[in-house]
């Protein structure tokens, strides 16, 4: 059952599903312009044998923004305290996108908490700082919608829109709900934004997971990432665009079980 919850200064949403207290709890952080719903197509399977926390980060979906500026550093801070509230000891994010540099960000700040890391379409750094603000400038004169269908032309592989149009009427429902405060929050957040010295702590076993038709994070920045990360695995979705849980979710879902399967689960 989706519910809200006051963390810090504002108002969070998520949906938390506990099966078994022994389990571990995957946590489930969105992309930009997206809210928790993008996920709606994995958790069924993925649901069924781990413990599913997913919610909306500031200024998206439900969730409230307390500020105007946002960092990754807040929005590691707010898993952080949805997790203390939530009672949630140990961890396996699941980040796409902007929830990856989030999920390294937990790590980085709180490696306890963090049993296992998949990150997925994302890198140490996304994009550059002016191309960032072109889009910020973008968002502020025009709004959103202005440049909705750009960034969906970005999201998915080659010829998927015209064989999905259900899939992409969703997503571009999705990223219209978000505010043009919480967007423009965290493409300041991702502009600032640049874990690459972190990397090579991560001390976990970690999946780095690329689409071979990904244009905001192409395969050789997320294959950059997993290359500093002393435990990880990198694997390629061919055909697949930046949203692959949306895309290609059995490939997807798959792949983080394959990955998963080779270990043992510590307590959640």
């Known amino acids: 059952m989706l519910e809200n919850v006051k963390i810090n200064t504002h108002y969070v949403h998520y949906e938390h599903r506990r099966i078994d207290p022994n389990k571990s709890t995957l946590v489930f952080i969105n992309s930009l312009g997206t809210d928790h719903r993008v996920w709606s197509y994995v958790l069924a399977e993925l649901g069924q044998n781990f413990n599913v926390l997913k919610y909306d980060k ?60 998949i990150l ?34 970005r999201w998915f592989g080659s010829g998927f829109a015209a064989n999905h149009p259900d899939r992409c009427a969703m997503a571009k429902a999705i990223l219209l709900q978000t505010s043009d405060a919480g967007y423009v929050a965290a493409c300041q957040a991702l502009a600032g934004a ?46 697949v665009g930046h949203i692959p849980c949306l895309e290609a979710e059995k490939e997807f879902t798959q792949t983080i079980l394959n990955f998963l399967s080779k270990y043992e689960e510590g307590d959640s």
């Open 58 to 117: 500031q200024g998206h979906g439900l969730s409230e923004q307390a500020t105007k500026t946002l960092s990754i550093g807040t929005y590691a801070d707010d898993l952080i305290a949805l997790l203390a509230t939530l009672s949630i000891h140990k961890v396996i994010p699941i980040g796409l996108s902007i929830g990856g540099l989030i999920a390294q960000e937990l790590y980085r700040k709180r490696p306890e908490l963090v049993d296992k890391l």
């Open 194 to 239: 640049d874990l690459t010295a972190y990397a090579s702590s991560i001390q976990v076993p970690t999946l780095c997971i690329a689409g071979s038709h990904d244009q905001a994070t192409p395969t050789h920045i997320v294959r950059a990432m997993a290359d500093l990360i002393p435990q990880s695995e990198f694997f390629e979705l061919p055909g």
């Open 120 to 153: 997925t379409n994302t890198a140490t750094k996304i994009g550059s700082e002016e191309n960032w603000n072109q889009r910020i400038q973008a968002v502020k004169e025009n709004g959103l919608s202005s440049i909705s269908d750009l960034i969906l032309s």
